[in-house]
């Protein structure tokens, strides 16, 4: 086998591409994540090659040159000649590191629920709402983040996000109210994003996260209407709370006593977040 470093061009790309005897099918989110991270100039050379057999088919790294045919510029990438074609077989059968299994080879605490609360943070940022996962982005103006980018976020701020995930762990130890992720996503995003003081926000989440009725009545509201779902057993879908939270929220900063927590997506338009900031 032979391995060396190219500089490959958007046309290379595509005549690489044309080698190919097959692929499983491409994904068009991991092809527009990968081309996003090109054209910023963050893609970096880790050692994981672009592969061919011994007759000069492409085996592996079709997202990859997909997505620089996609970005337009030319990326270095490793490329391994010589691989048995038998070899595409034992391709992509390990487990898909988490960015969660990153943040703990960095000693980061908690580092699952810091995970989750920068990949709901980000949902937040670019579309106002947050989704089931992290994959249900696709289609609403932002895709699925690669490791890298979801380690990129974390950096810029690790001590807010630190600090956001031990404060949504310790209010869902109280009471089991909402997720780590949506309270943890919703206090740094609130309060970095939304500009309001971190006090202000914190107080609204530990009145949902109370075992008692606190001073905040929407709070109280929304607290009340989730547990009587749970009770019934009928669990609320991720749109039907978020537009919840987000009629309770906006009630609180505008101080408006809710009498119900309703909403019919059918007829009404779905809520937003205020933000102090507009």
Partial sequence: MNFVTENITPAKAQEYLNTSMGNRPISKPTVLSYADTMKQGGWMLNGVPIVFDTEGHLLDGHHRLEAI????????????RGVTAEAFTTYDCGRRRTLGQILAMQHVKNY???SSIVACNDA???????YGNNSNMTGQKH?????AEGYELYSRDPKGYNKATEEAVRLVNTARILKVSWIGGLIYYLTHTGG?????????FENICSLDDGDIQPANLLRKRILREKLNNTMLT??????YICIAWNAYVTGKELKTLRFND???EYPHLILANG
């Fill in 69 to 80: 045919t996609m970005a337009g510029i030319p990326v270095k990438m490793d490329v391994c």
């Fill in 112 to 114: 699952n629920n810091v």
């Fill in 124 to 130: 937040l940022v670019h579309t106002g709402r947050i």
């Fill in 143 to 147: 895709c699925r983040r690669t490791n």
């Fill in 196 to 204: 309001y003081d971190h006090d202000y926000v914190l107080t609204f």
């Fill in 238 to 243: 991720t749109s039907q709370l978020f537009a």
């Fill in 266 to 268: 059918k007829v009404e």
